[in-house]
C-alpha cells in the first residue's frame, strides 16, 4: 500500500493516489474530513489556514463508501488558487514582476534546489518543497487509517513540548498495554497545542505569543502511538523490510523534522543492557514484556507492545525577522524573503506523523495478510492469531 502526491502550494489543487488499498475496506467521509480539519488546526497556525478548508474530494478507487481494490484517487482543491492564476500558470510567460521575487531563505530547500535544477527562480523549488503537501499524506493516511481501525488499531498522538515548555508524560499512558485511557484522546483533541494537560496549553500558548510577537518561530516534539498491532509485522531478514527503517523514513520526510526515538530512545543509553531490554513474561496466556523501552519493535518488527515514536520538529525557517542571505542576482548579502507562515506548526506536524505511520503499518498488514479483499484479511489475520495463541497454551 503505498501513496504519491502532485500539486504546488498555490497551484490549482492537491492530488495523491493510493494503491495496494485492498477491496471491500468501508471509509467513513466523516473520519476523513476529521483528519484533513486536525492538520489544519493547532494554536499558531498562519493566515493560510484562514483561507483553506481542505476537503478530500475522491474521485476513484471508491463506490458507495466501499474500496474497489483499484487506485483511490483524492484531490484537495487550493482557494488561495484564485489569487496565484498568473504567478502559477502551467502556461504562458512568467510576469516580469515575479522574476527573482524570492530571495533564498535559510532552512529551507530554496537555494540547494536552485542550485540543483539550473532553474532562474526559487519558488520553482519552495511550492513544491512547501508544508502545504503534507494535506495530501493526510488524506492518504485517512484511508490507512480506517483499514487499521478495522483490524483493531488505533493510532493516535500528542505534543510533548514547543520551544522550551513542555510537559511531564512519563506517568500519561501505560506502555505495556494496549488499552487506551478513555478520556486522553479528548484531552488530546481538545487542547489547542494538541497537549493533554491543560496547564501545560496555556503556557505553550504563551510561549507560542510570545515568539509570534518577537517576529519568531517555535519548533518542538510531539509522540505518535499505535495500540493494537499483532506480532510479527515487518521483517528481520532484509534492511530495507524492517518495519524501524520504514517507519523512520515516513517520519523523516516530513518536512522539518530534525529528531526521532523509538521507545526509550536517546534516554535509554544510559542504561546498561540489564535495565534496558524488556524481559518476557506469559500473560492471560499471551506473550508480553514488563516494560517497553524498545518502543513495540524488535529485529525490525513489531512485538505486540504499543508503537512509541517521538520526533522532533526544528522552528519553522520563515522568520518575520528575515535572516541574512544572498541576493541571487547581486551576489551580496542580503535579507531572505518572507512568506506566509506559522509560527507554530508542531501540533499539525503530530497529526501528519499519524498519517504516515498510518500508511506504513497499513501497507505492512496487508503485505503480511494478504491484498486483495478485506474479507481474506480477516480471515488469514484470525488465523494467524489463532496460531500465535498455540505457543503460550
Sequence with gaps: MEYVTAGESHGPKLTTIITGVPAGLTLDEKSIASDMR??????????????????????????????????????INNRDWQNWTEKMAAFGTRPAESQREVTPRPGHADLI????????????????????ETAARVAAG??????????????????????????????????????????????????????????????????IDDARSAGETCGGTFRVVATGLV?????????????????????????????????????????????????????DGAFSRKSNNAGGLEGGMTNGMPLVITAAMKPIPTCMN?????????????????????????????????????????????SMFGNTCMTDIKNNLAAYKERLSVFSK
Design 231 to 283: 506480532p510479527g509485522l515487518g521483517s528481520y531478514a532484509q534492511a530495507k523490510e524492517r518495519l524501524t527503517s520504514k517507519l523512520a523514513a515516513s517520519i523523516y520526510s516530513i518536512p522539518a523534522i530534525k529528531g526521532l526515538e523509538f521507545g526509550a530512545g536517546f534516554a535509554g543509553v544510559g542504561e546498561l543492557g540489564s535495565g534496558f531490554h524488556d524481559e518476557i513474561v506469559l500473560e
Design 142 to 207: 485517512a484511508v490507512a487509517r480506517e483499514l487499521l481501525a478495522s483490524v483493531g488499531v488505533e493510532v493516535f498522538s500528542w505534543v510533548r513540548s514547543i520551544a522550551d515548555v513542555s510537559m511531564d508524560d512519563s506517568d500519561l499512558i501505560d506502555y505495556t498495554s494496549n488499552e487506551i485511557p478513555q478520556d486522553l484522546l479528548a484531552r488530546i483533541e481538545f487542547s489547542q497545542t494538541r497537549c493533554p494537560d491543560e496547564r501545560t496549553t496555556k503556557r505553550m500558548m504563551d510561549r
Design 38 to 75: 486536525r492538520r489544519q488546526s493547532g494554536y499558531g497556525r498562519g493566515g493560510r489556514q484562514a483561507i483553506e478548508t481542505d476537503t478530500a474530494i475522491i474521485t476513484s478507487g471508491v463506490r458507495f463508501g466501499k474500496t474497489l481494490g483499484t487506485p483511490i484517487s483524492i484531490d
Design 322 to 366: 528575515p535572516l541574512e542571505t544572498v541576493n541571487l542576482d547581486t551576489l551580496e548579502v542580503a535579507k531572505s524573503s518572507k512568506e506566509r507562515s506559522d509560527v507554530c506548526a508542531v501540533p499539525a506536524a503530530a497529526v501528519v506523523a499519524e498519517a504516515e505511520v498510518s500508511i506504513v503499518l497499513a501497507d505492512a498488514y496487508v
Design 113 to 132: 534546489g536552485f542550485m540543483k535544477t539550473n532553474t532562474d527562480d526559487c519558488r520553482d523549488i519552495l511550492e513544491r518543497a512547501s508544508a502545504r
